[in-house]
Nanobody, 124 residues
């Protein structure tokens, strides 16, 4: 079992930055691809970014547009999402997830473990 806990969310003005962290426990995540997803009420969860087990492969959704950076530190069992130039449309609950395998997928159903999420609010 892998437990995931996100942190770093909050309220920020448009154009600002936040750094989300996803701390894992119970098992090392070095063998897992990791993904970040977000969800707003009434909408489906959507893929934001993913990173391969060793960090060599990184994937982003189109709406990121170079504003976000995903990274991981397997020694600390933690994954990060640096978000810059935030827009009101980025307001959502952000969750991290772990998938057994090498490459992260955009499909949430492919992930085995999920955190509870952290709320990000971007004001205009």
């Amino acid at each position: 079992q892998v437990q995931l806990v996100e942190s770093g969310g909050g309220l920020v003005q448009a154009g600002g930055s936040l750094r989300l962290s996803c701390a894992a426990s119970g098992r090392t995540i070095s063998g897992y691809a990791m993904g970040w997803f977000r969800q707003v009420p009434g909408k489906e969860r959507e893929f934001v970014a993913g990173i391969t087990w060793n960090g060599d492969g990184i994937y982003y959704s189109g709406f990121v547009k170079g504003r976000f950076t995903v990274s991981r530190d397997n020694a600390k069992n933690t994954v990060y999402l640096q978000m810059n130039k935030l827009e009101p449309e980025d307001t959502a609950v952000y969750s991290c997830a772990a998938a057994q395998g090498v490459v992260p997928t955009t499909f949430s159903t492919e992930y085995d473990y999920w955190g509870q999420g952290t709320q990000v609010n971007v004001s205009s």
